[in-house]
Nanobody, 127 residues
Framework: QGQLVESGGGLVQPGGSLRLSCLAS????????IGWFRQAPGKEREGVAC????????VYADSVKGRFTISKDNAKNTVYLQMSGLKPEDAAVYYC????????????????????WGQGTQVPVSS
């Protein structure tokens, strides 16, 4: 029900930029905070950023603060993750999901609070 759909991944060089998109239903964006997570091979899933449904405020993991920006376009039912200054350690499969417990972000939040996960989009970072 109402799964999210990510797009925009692809190979990028270190220092480069990429924008990921997360398409959701308007009900999902209205009712739930939306988070971006990533998972690299052999590593646990990591919360990257979260945007609140209530006021559009956002929070970031320390590892991406100042380089990544989360935003949303309610008219397009889409949440974006603009990534710049990409590093090899940013390489991962990126997922978006809805925080089914909150409308506002308190940190990115643990992944178990999230549902309606998308299938993920891969972001390799390599020269």
């Amino acid at each position: 029900q109402g799964q999210l759909v990510e797009s925009g991944g692809g190979l990028v060089q270190p220092g480069g930029s990429l924008r990921l998109s997360c398409l959701a239903s308007r009900y999902t964006l209205a009712d739930y905070a939306i988070g971006w997570f990533r998972q690299a091979p052999g590593k646990e899933r990591e919360g990257v950023a979260c945007i609140s449904s209530s006021d559009g405020s956002s929070v970031y993991a320390d590892s991406v603060k100042g380089r990544f920006t989360i935003s949303k376009d309610n008219a397009k039912n889409t949440v974006y993750l603009q990534m710049s200054g990409l590093k090899p350690e940013d390489a991962a499969v990126y997922y978006c999901a809805a925080n089914l417990m909150r409308r506002s972000c308190i940190g990115v939040g643990p992944s178990h609070e999230y549902g309606r996960w998308g299938q993920g989009t891969q972001v390799p970072v390599s020269s």
